[in-house]
Nanobody
Framework: QVQLVESGGGLVQPGGSLRLSCAAS????????MGWYRQAPGKQRELVAT???????NYADSVKGRFTISRDNAKNTAYLQMGSLKPEDTAVYYC???????????????WGQGTQVTVSS
């Protein structure tokens, strides 16, 4: 069984910074993609950023230039450095990972429990 554990959320003022972490644990053979999605109240969950095992990144237009995703493959951990935060970044942020449990198995999508990020003065 795989667990994704997020940390680093909280309350920050507009213009501030936060760093989220997501650690995957369990019986893991490989992790194809790790990333972050977010869901604000009354809105659909949306992509924030993803990163492949090779380091290829993808960002939502709304966060380009402000957020940076990175990954430590040895630790099965992804990070989201968020800067120049805006009130509209307020949401629950969910870690996402596509994981292969053993050689030859199909990859499966996994989600963390979510961490709240609130940007407010």
């Amino acid at each position: 069984q795989v667990q994704l554990v997020e940390s680093g959320g909280g309350l920050v003022q507009p213009g501030g910074s936060l760093r989220l972490s997501c650690a995957a644990s369990g019986s893991i053979f490989s992790i194809y993609v790790m990333g972050w999605y977010r869901q604000a109240p009354g809105k659909q969950r949306e992509l924030v950023a993803t990163i492949t095992s090779g380091g290829t990144t993808n960002y939502a237009d709304s966060v380009k230039g402000r957020f940076t995703i990175s990954r430590d493959n040895a630790k099965n951990t992804a990070y989201l450095q968020m800067g120049s935060l805006k009130p509209e970044d307020t949401a629950v942020y969910y870690c996402y990972a596509v994981i292969v449990l053993r050689l030859g198995a199909l990859p499966n999508a996994n989600w963390g429990q979510g961490t709240q990020v609130t940007v407010s003065s």
